[in-house]
């Protein structure tokens, strides 16, 4: 099994969860090409965006791979005014994960995080193991709780 950190602090924890890797030798490694790859359902398969407000507030949600994050909601949970996705460039210097690397678990700092209600509906849902190439599969209310997060209504 691949060693990425996020495996590491699943393992401390003691929490079940299973490594789905996949290729990215062709480059595609957007959400729903890896619930493609790794034969997982789309709905089932969570991406990690990274959002900012005007003041440099940043927030976590969670979100299944062919949902949109609505903004407002997101906003709304996360309790202030408005917010936008943060500039890519920006991505590994704030959290050390790489877009389409990126996991909810084990960032630089704790950022606050929303998972989608949607996952409660799942027995697991898989989300980015931390490295390209790697996903996680658990049990969903595990991982907000491992995570700290909350379920809520994030997408449109």
Do not use: W
Request: hydrophobic letters at 45%.
């Amino acid at each position: 099994m691949v060693k990425t950190n996020v495996v590491r602090l699943l393992t401390a924890a003691g929490l079940p969860f299973k490594v789905l890797e996949y290729s990215v030798a062709d480059g595609r490694v957007d959400a729903m090409s890896i619930a493609e790859k790794t034969g997982e359902e789309p709905d089932q398969t969570f991406k990690t965006l990274v959002t900012e407000t005007p003041k440099k507030e940043y927030f976590v949600f969670v979100i299944p791979a062919p949902a949109t994050l609505d903004l407002k909601k997101a906003a709304a949970a996360a309790g202030v005014k408005n917010l936008d996705m943060i500039p890519q460039k920006t991505l590994f210097p704030l959290t050390g994960y790489v877009h389409g690397g990126c996991s909810p678990i084990g960032m630089k700092r704790a950022f606050p995080t929303f998972i989608d209600e949607t996952a409660i509906l799942f027995d697991h849902i898989n989300f980015s193991g931390g490295h390209l190439g790697v996903m996680i599969s658990m049990e969903p209310e595990s991982a907000c709780k491992f995570i700290g997060a909350s379920f809520v209504d994030l997408t449109r």
